[in-house]
């Protein structure tokens, strides 16, 4: 059985003072397993309304911890897996759990084949969203990339096709096609409101397409993804009901960077629909969410990175009044590098809105009855090589 915090101690023993990736030599091969990892404790409070833990009085239960290793097979065959942990509030309690893995063949430059627990390319950053010192903000804008919803957003098991391909004077095209499944867990889906008894996701499927410019630093995005949630649920004083969710999620992307600045802006909509096989019980409805950002960073330096960001979110694209009919969400980040291997980043939300909070943990109280304006402050660090 594992041990509480048994992958941040793990990771101290593999490689307490490297800079970069680690390398371990394989046996009889020229070629070397590459290791990376990160320990990533951090803290949150709120001025009220408590949002991702129970926050209004502080909480340290905001921390990540992984190790992954990319083995280079031959010259175009490489496998790799990550080991992740983590405890958001009531999510993850340090569970550890395989967050991805994969086979990846690469035919040419313009053709590859993976296979296994692989990313979900959505957007500009959703494949990217478990490392946090790729990016400046502690927290990527929530209307699109919900950290709530990682443990089943970030990556789907089954293939993907993917390529890239130059375009002469064009620039260039890369894509990734992809399709399978996302295995979800019951109890983390169970509400105070609402007790889920079984969860399945019989298909998802998507794309992505970005265009590299031939204006230096600017590329344009589109990415398409389609899936379906089927799930056995109990309400109160009701009688058990079965429901299917299916949705389709589009987003448009761009991005700019110049030297030292970057600049990225993405607008979506999610389009879902409601099938129950009891009417009485739950209605079918269909429903259109508007998910929207800008964001900007700056490196001043080789150690300091400010940025901020704003992002829109709107259940419900019919109905844009009242508190939890929306959440606004401006953001600004300092990034401290201490050294290579090291950071610390302090961040501050102003949010107008509750529609993304949580009646189970505001004591059962509803979105529409917790505070319209409210604020975040988070402070993290991260060691990684």
Known sequence: MWSRGWLAALLLVVCPRVAGAAEVPIPGNERAVEVHGFVSPGFLVTTSNNYLAKSRRGSFEFTEVGINFTVPITDRLRSGVQLFARDLGPTGNYSPKADWFYLDYRFEDWLGLRAGRVKIPFGLYNDSSDVDA?????????????????????????????????????????????????????????????????????????????????????????SLQALRLDADVRLPDRPPVSLGVPAVLWVGSAEYALHDLLLSA????????????????????????????????????????????????????????????????????????????????????????????????????????????????????????
């Open 134 to 222: 790729a990016r400046v903000p502690i927290l990527l804008p929530q209307s699109l990339y919900s950290i709530n919803n990682r443990d089943f957003l970030l990556a789907q098991t089954g293939a993907e096709v993917y390529g890239r391909v130059r375009m002469q004077g064009l620039g260039a095209l890369e894509y990734r096609i992809y399709g399978g499944t996302i295995f979800l867990d019951v109890a983390s889906q169970t509400t105070l409101s609402t007790q889920v008894t079984n969860l399945d996701v019989p298909y998802v499927a998507g794309q992505r397409l970005i265009w590299e410019t031939p204006v230096e630093g600017l590329r344009a995005g589109a």
């Open 266 to 385: 993405e607008y979506s909509r999610w389009i879902a629909r409601l099938e129950s096989n009891d009417a009485t019980v739950v209605p079918p409805a269909r429903g259109i969410s508007e998910r929207a950002y800008a964001m900007a960073s700056y490196r001043v330096n080789e150690w300091f990175q400010p940025g901020a960001y704003y992002s829109l979110y709107y259940p419900d694209v019919k109905r844009r009044s009242g508190r939890e009919a929306m959440q606004h969400d401006v953001a600004a980040t300092l990034r401290f590098d201490i050294n290579h291997n090291w950071l610390v980043k302090l961040e501050g939300h102003f949010m107008s809105g509750t529609a993304m909070l949580s009646a189970d943990l505001n004591d059962g109280r509803t979105p529409a009855q917790l505070d319209r304006n409210w604020g975040v402050f988070l402070v993290k660090t991260t060691a990684h090589f």
